[in-house]
């Protein structure tokens, strides 16, 4: 992998767990904006998890973050269909998931609270 692979795939990973790291509110208010789907978020999830693995192959991500981004693999889980904003309004996992993905973040960044990116595909992309 180049360093510019690198770079993207530490930005991409950022991104998603921000998103997974906001508060709830900030999470539906965000989900509804973008109108996410929870099949394009577990793509998103899938895709940070090999990251994660690479990454941490390569010596530049901790175990334990590792662990904390294969456990909001395993919690996320099962199928994924709808809007990601009626399965957070509806599901506990998502707590797990917050947590896991501050641990991550406070680790790497040193706060988990990080601005929410715009997304970058419409919508339509992952329907």
Do not use: C, K
């Not at 530490?10 to 999470?27: C, G």
């Not at 895709?47 to 981004?69: F, K, N, Y």
Request: hydrophobic share 45%; proline share 5%.
């Amino acid at each position: 992998m180049n360093p510019d692979d690198q770079d993207l795939g530490q930005r991409w990973m950022r991104r998603l767990l921000a998103v997974l790291a906001a508060d709830p509110a900030d999470q539906l208010s965000w989900a509804g904006e973008h109108q996410v789907r929870t099949a394009a978020l577990s793509d998103d999830i899938e895709l940070v998890l090999r990251l994660a693995e690479s990454m941490a192959e390569r010596g530049t991500l901790a175990p334990d973050a590792l662990e904390d981004v294969r456990t909001i693999h395993r919690l996320f889980g099962g199928t994924a269909t709808g809007w990601w904003a009626d399965a957070l309004a509806a599901e506990a996992r998502w707590d797990g998931m917050r947590a896991s993905a501050r641990r991550v973040l406070t680790a790497r960044e040193g706060d988990w609270r990080l601005p929410l990116p715009r997304r970058v595909s419409p919508q339509h992309v992952y329907d």
